[in-house]
């Protein structure tokens, strides 16, 4: 099977930490990376991060630099996102998403060039 997995979501208070994971099968880190992307009740998807083995680092949009941190383990063939100091703005039902992974330098917070998403989990935060 081709697909991806998002698990972890949950119930938070503010200012409380989440770790969601996102598991890959049937590809290859080194041809593809991962992004991550959140949607809000009434709100559009946007981008939070993504992730590649070729790439120099993970990047992240403005909104949550410096709270949350995107890392791979390649060897579980998984990618997580670890959400630090969370706020009720960061409640969302939260997305992992393919990109093929010459395309993360220009297309990395655009979801219309991901080619396979998970189901998607969601993450509550108290305020």
């Known amino acids: 099977d081709v697909q991806l997995q998002a698990s972890g979501g949950g119930l938070a208070q503010a200012g409380g930490s989440l770790r969601l994971s996102c598991a890959a099968s049937g590809f290859s880190f080194d041809e593809y990376a991962i992004g991550w992307f959140r949607q809000a009740p009434g709100k559009e998807r946007e981008g939070v991060g993504c992730?590649?083995?070729?790439?120099?680092?993970?990047h992240y949009a403005d909104s949550v630099k410096g709270r949350f941190t995107i890392s791979s383990d390649n060897a579980r063939n998984t990618v997580y996102l670890q959400m630090n100091s969370l706020t009720s703005g960061d409640t969302a039902v939260y997305y992992c998403?393919?990109?093929?992974?010459?395309?993360?330098?220009?297309?990395?917070?655009?979801?219309?060039?991901?080619?396979?998403w998970g189901q998607g989990t969601l993450v509550t935060v108290s305020s």
């Open positions: 992730i590649s083995s070729s790439d120099g680092g993970p």
């Open positions: 998403a393919r990109i093929e992974a010459f395309r993360i330098g220009y297309y990395c917070f655009l979801d219309a060039f991901y080619d396979l």
